[in-house]
């Protein structure tokens, strides 16, 4: 039960009232044993109302009450010195025992504390005034008003929480704020933080002022904040930076994949004859070329041979759908396609190869790629990216990371998912050596172990599902000095297991988005921020600004959940083809000029101007580092002429992740739609399950009710695995898939609906291996995914 108190000070002798505790306190009032008594009276609660008469060596003394919030310690001093009746505060029985809420950043820990502000205005709009502030702070029930105008007598100290009332309990005395707070609950940062509001808004109704949450001085705080130190970054081209390091250092290696090993200075001659055989096919600068290959040492070349003529390279991923390939070189007006694919229409590498054109005089505010992500209208949308973006972002973490010509870094990703842009022209521009990750080594957990260890690769770009697999197998051997994770949250308790045996390495989280080139903040975790399970992203890199703001595009302060925007050198010029979406998307800097980008995540900015990641605020998801919109697998399931409405859910975080759908009619053959969407959509965004509903669960308000919706239909597997008179091949897969599902597994079920994954896939290739049997291509597992089909597509 929460107590409160008064205190009164007596210059007269009281006498011995009944009821009253009477001690003789052997000092002055001002005596330190004094303060020391008075100071322990005052907070000792009681069950019932406790006086205690303190009498002191020089004729004064202080009468302190002490009672639960039910009974008037005003009434009980009152009657006491024969007085009228004094105002009573408003009764609390009982403390409010609130969950934390998220904008306290509390320690977690026990104990009290108090805070105080001086104000002198109307206490009658203080209610309102909370009300205002707490609708912008998001969570109400921790926070409590208690109004009090401090009683009517000459030195008198009324203490209206002996204990917090709610987790932070507001006291409106007659010339000041008390605050009383669980440190459990807030830190003493948000706390001062929070007074400064209440009683700004406080002002602004007192005067019949329009109230907004910060004042002017507190806007400019937080802008601060959210912006690292300024980048000082020449504006240049990727061709120029390149030329400085290749002139630099002609004879290092500058790329290799398993094949091929090229020096600066070739790399720098064959993307010159490439260049060539671009410019002889017609391309110039402003164009768009689609490049659909392997990851290679050729790759590379292409890009680079490509930013020289000042076109734009336009990367996708030969394993996506001919029909997304077809839709991304439309869309894309290109000029040409680079591919090896029979299936699309194109040139191969070799065939460029001809009189050597030397790198244009290319602006530094060119385009230099399009990359293409998921969009909510059914169809990826491209992404237009500088070049001045991409020197932006390695001048920016250039010196911080130490990056310079004694690093080897990996190409891991594909080049049609941004985080390659980071690994290539990383690599290239600070003079490493970039190693090229094959595919197939890539979902080979100790074959990908193995290249890191004889290449010595000391930069290692991951996003954490890739890093998960790595984990797996033995890497205590890996020379990585720095780890960099993005493209999808990161669980910091995982890098435990790496740092036992990696002490000195460097893992850093950087938060990014394809809209903002790549990455906008950076934070180096500790064995200390991994066993707290930290979120936190990290503060802004150099040169990149980052705000908070809510529904109404207003800017939020520190703690208080909502939109991520970013600003400064990494905003990209538009979504190609799109303008109503780009002025949406792409909106004024009120605070700094230029553009910021609504990035559609939801995050907090911390006090120390760190940020604080907590997922999508739409359908936007990302799983194993590929961005989804839910949307887009909806637009392409609804375009199937036998589904009349349709849901998609994510199930599962991390490496678990998975994509479910749900179909209307429920006679649908679920097989077919899937099939269908999986000629659409690439393999990641393909659902794991489709089940099929007579209607879909609603809302009163007549929204999907995700929470009605059942439990996912899963091919049925059979009690016992089906005997088969197939070859030993059949049985062993049999064995493996069904050891790996934790199920029997039939000829016929389907991998992705029994809840496969890519990494499923490379546990069942490592099971095979280990059986010296031919492991199983995620490509081939997409295209051929029950095991009838897949030991059909081995025998061929």
């Keep these: 039960m929460a107590h409160h108190a008064l205190r009164v000070r007596l210059t007269e002798p009281l006498g011995t009232p009944p009821g009253v505790w009477v001690e003789d306190i052997p000092a002055t009032a001002t005596d330190p044993l004094a303060v020391r008594r008075r100071t322990v009276e005052l907070a000792r609660p009681s069950a019932n109302v406790r006086c205690v008469l303190l009498r002191y060596t020089d004729g004064q003394s202080d009468l302190v009450v002490v009672a639960p919030r039910t009974q008037s310690v005003r009434a009980a001093a009152a009657a006491l010195l024969g007085i009228p009746t004094l105002a009573s505060v408003t009764p609390h029985t009982e403390a409010v025992d609130s969950p934390p809420p998220d904008w306290g950043l509390g320690s977690g820990q026990g104990g009290t504390a108090t805070f105080s502000v001086e104000c002198d205005t109307s206490p009658k709009l203080w209610p309102a005034a909370l009300e205002l502030v707490l609708r912008e702070y998001g969570q109400t029930d921790a926070v409590g008003l208690l109004s009090d105008t401090g009683p009517d007598l000459p030195d008198a100290t009324y203490i209206p929480c002996l204990e917090p009332v709610f987790p932070l309990t507001i006291s409106v005395m007659r010339d000041h704020l008390r605050f009383d707070y669980r440190l459990s609950?807030?830190?003493?940062?948000?706390?001062?933080?929070?007074?400064?509001?209440?009683?700004?808004?406080?002002?602004q109704l007192a005067?019949?002022?329009?109230?907004?949450?910060?004042?002017?001085?507190?806007?400019?705080?937080?802008?601060?904040l959210g912006q690292s130190a300024p980048l000082d970054s020449a504006a240049q081209s990727l061709p120029q930076a390149f030329a400085r390091i290749a002139s630099a250092q002609p004879s290092a290696v500058a790329v290799c994949d398993s094949t091929t090993r090229l020096t600066y200075?070739?790399?720098?001659?064959?993307?010159?004859?490439?260049?060539?055989?671009?410019?002889?096919?017609?391309?110039?600068?402003?164009?768009?070329?689609?490049?659909?290959?392997?990851?290679?040492?050729?790759?590379?070349?292409?890009?680079?041979?490509?930013?020289?003529?000042?076109?734009?390279?336009?990367?996708?991923?030969?394993?996506?759908?001919?029909?997304?390939?077809?839709?991304t070189t439309q869309d894309a007006s290109a000029r040409l396609v680079i591919t090896r694919l029979a299936e699309l229409p194109g040139v191969s590498p070799d065939a460029l190869l001809g009189e050597p054109v030397t790198a244009q005089d290319v602006s530094p505010d060119a385009p230099a790629y399009v990359i293409y992500t998921s969009g909510s209208t059914g169809r990826p949308k491209g992404v237009v990216i500088p070049h001045r973006n991409v020197v932006s972002l390695v001048d920016a973490t250039r010196d911080e990371y130490e990056l310079g010509s004694s690093d080897v870094w990996t190409l891991f990703h594909s080049s049609a998912f941004d985080f390659s842009v980071w690994e290539i022209w990383g690599c290239l521009l600070t003079g490493g050596r970039l190693v090229v990750v094959s595919y197939n080594d890539s979902r080979e957990p100790s074959r990908f172990r193995d290249l890191l260890v004889s290449e010595k690769v000391t930069v290692l770009s991951q996003t954490p599902s890739a890093f998960a697999q790595l984990l797996d197998v033995r890497h205590a051997e890996v020379p990585a000095r720095l780890v960099v994770f993005g493209g999808e949250p990161l669980d910091a308790r995982m890098l435990l297991r790496w740092y036992d045996s990696h002490p000195s390495c460097r893992m850093v989280n950087m938060f990014g988005i394809t809209e903002t080139t790549v990455h906008v903040t950076h934070q180096t975790y500790t064995r200390a921020m991994a066993l707290a399970a930290s979120r936190s992203v990290g503060p802004a890199l150099p040169g990149w600004h980052i705000y908070v703001m809510n529904k109404e595009g207003e800017l939020l302060p520190p703690?208080?959940?909502?939109?991520?925007?970013?600003?400064?050198?990494?905003?990209?010029?538009?979504?190609?083809?799109?303008?109503?979406?780009?002025?949406?998307?792409?909106?004024?800097?009120?605070?700094?000029?230029?553009?910021?980008?609504?990035s559609g995540d939801l995050g907090r900015l911390m006090p120390d101007g760190s940020l604080h990641h907590l997922g999508r605020i739409d359908s936007q998801v990302k799983i194993r580092g590929f961005r989804i919109e839910l949307d887009e697998i909806r637009a392409v399931l609804l375009e199937d002429p036998d589904v009349t409405s349709c849901a998609v859910?994510?199930?599962?975080?991390?490496?678990?992740?998975?994509?479910?759908?749900?179909?209307?009619p429920a006679e649908l053959d679920t097989a077919n739609v899937r099939k269908r969407a999986a000629s659409v959509l690439p393999s990641y965004m393909v659902p794991a399950t489709v089940t099929a509903l007579g209607t879909l669960p609603l809302t009163t308000n007549g929204k999907l009710d995700q929470s009605q919706l059942p439990a996912p239909t899963v091919t049925a597997a059979r009690a016992e695995p089906e005997q088969t008179d197939e070859d030993s091949l059949t049985k062993a897969m049999q064995e493996v898939w069904s050891k790996i599902f934790g199920r029997p597994v039939g000829m016929d079920d389907d991998f992705y609906a029994l809840g496969g994954n890519s990494l499923l896939a490379v546990r069942i290739n490592a099971e095979l291996k280990e059986r010296k049997l031919p492991k199983v291509k995620l490509r081939d597992l997409f295209r051929n995914p029950t095991i009838r089909t897949v030991v059909k597509s081995q025998a061929k």
């Design 207 to 224: 005067d019949s002022i329009e109230p907004s949450l910060l004042s002017q001085a507190e806007v400019d705080r937080t802008v601060a």
């Design 265 to 327: 200075a070739e790399l720098d001659a064959i993307s010159d004859r490439m260049a060539g055989g671009l410019h002889s096919r017609g391309v110039r600068g402003g164009d768009k070329v689609i490049v659909c290959l392997e990851r290679t040492a050729e790759l590379v070349a292409v890009l680079l041979a490509i930013v020289k003529l000042g076109a734009a390279y336009v990367p996708t991923d030969p394993a996506y759908p001919a029909e997304r390939l077809a839709y």
């Design 559 to 598: 703690g208080i959940a909502g939109e991520i925007h970013v600003g400064g050198a990494g905003v990209a010029q538009e979504y190609l083809n799109q303008p109503d979406l780009t002025a949406v998307k792409f909106v004024p800097d009120p605070y700094r000029g230029g553009k910021m980008y609504r």
């Design 185 to 203: 609950h807030f830190s003493p940062a948000i706390v001062t933080q929070f007074a400064d509001h209440l009683v700004h808004v406080h002002s």
């Design 649 to 664: 859910t994510v199930r599962g975080e991390g490496a678990s992740a998975r994509i479910d759908a749900y179909v209307v």
